[in-house]
């Protein structure tokens, strides 16, 4: 699943429902958190369901967190995730864009906090909570995103640091299938070479369809743009199967029976 880069999940002070998240809490959080002592799950609206397709399903888990200090003086929480395609989808549709953190102040009577859950929402208790965005090619992502402050606005980028949509160090499509058509030399028909030229035509097409999408961020028509590729490239598997399943050697004609007379 997407591995989002750290950001900020939580600020300091008084939040919008009148509590406090101190700063000694959040150092806390940010000292204590171990996933593998207890991992906190991403949860809608802090809603908890035990049916896995239930919209109270967790949509990913929280890998690390750290403690850092804004350009205003405060005390912040970051967060690490690892994303679900589920949230990916809601984030894309601008849906529960928010963070709301679950802090427990003493958690299993330790006297110190403890992040144990973490929800996304459309209305955050804590001030200054980063905008959920996610931008799944990391290397043409823009460089800023914007990002909504309660009663200021800041930037930042949101990037999925592991996941890319395409390895550079990987072949093109269009330069795989003229490597496959290049293969061993076979006689070649008026339909074989038809053929080729064809796939090479919707491999060329395919191609540009993936560049168009890698430089769209995933809220501008990536959809309509994904539905596109893949119709493509069904197109293309259709015609590398029918003609994989052509002999490229043509059968001798039929013999008719009748003596064949030689002009001389």
Same mark, same amino acid.
Request: one cysteine or more; charged letters at 30%; hydrophobic letters at 40%.
């Given at each position: ?32 958190? %171990? ?9 809608? @609206? ?65 006297? @110190? ?41 800041? @930037? ?54 993936? @560049? ?10 990536? %959809? ?12 293309? %598997? ?27």
């Amino acid at each position: 699943m997407p591995v989002t880069k750290f950001f900020r999940v939580a600020t300091s002070g008084r939040t919008v429902d009148g509590r406090e998240i101190t700063v000694d809490q959040i150092d806390q959080v940010a000292r204590t958190y %171990d996933p593998n002592r207890y991992g906190a799950r991403i949860w809608l @609206e802090h809603m908890r369901s035990f049916l896995p397709d239930n919209p109270g399903r967790a949509y990913g888990d929280v890998l690390a967190v750290k403690a850092d200090t804004d350009k205003a003086g405060n005390r912040v929480l970051l967060a690490q995730m690892d994303a679900t395609e589920d949230l990916i989808k809601m984030a894309a549709s601008r849906q529960k864009v928010y963070w709301s953190v679950e802090i427990d102040p003493n958690f299993a009577k330790s006297g @110190e906090a403890y992040l144990v859950g973490l929800a996304i929402t459309d209305s955050p208790a804590s001030l200054g909570t980063e905008m959920l965005k996610f931008a799944i090619q990391s290397d043409k992502a823009p460089d800023k995103t914007r990002v909504q402050l309660y009663g200021a606005v800041v @930037e930042d980028d949101f990037r999925l640091d592991t996941i890319a949509a395409d390895d550079d160090s990987r072949p093109g499509l269009l330069s795989r299938v003229r490597d496959m058509l290049a293969g061993p030399p076979k006689a070649e028909t008026v339909h074989t070479s038809e053929a080729a030229d064809g796939i090479l035509v919707i491999a060329d097409e395919v191609s540009r369809l993936s @560049e168009r999408i890698g430089a769209c961020a995933p809220a501008v028509k990536v %959809d309509a743009l994904t539905t596109e590729l893949a119709e493509t490239r069904r197109a293309l %598997d259709d015609l590398v199967t029918k003609l994989s399943s052509t002999d490229a050697n043509p059968p001798r004609p039929v013999a008719t029976g009748s003596i064949a007379l030689t002009d001389c």
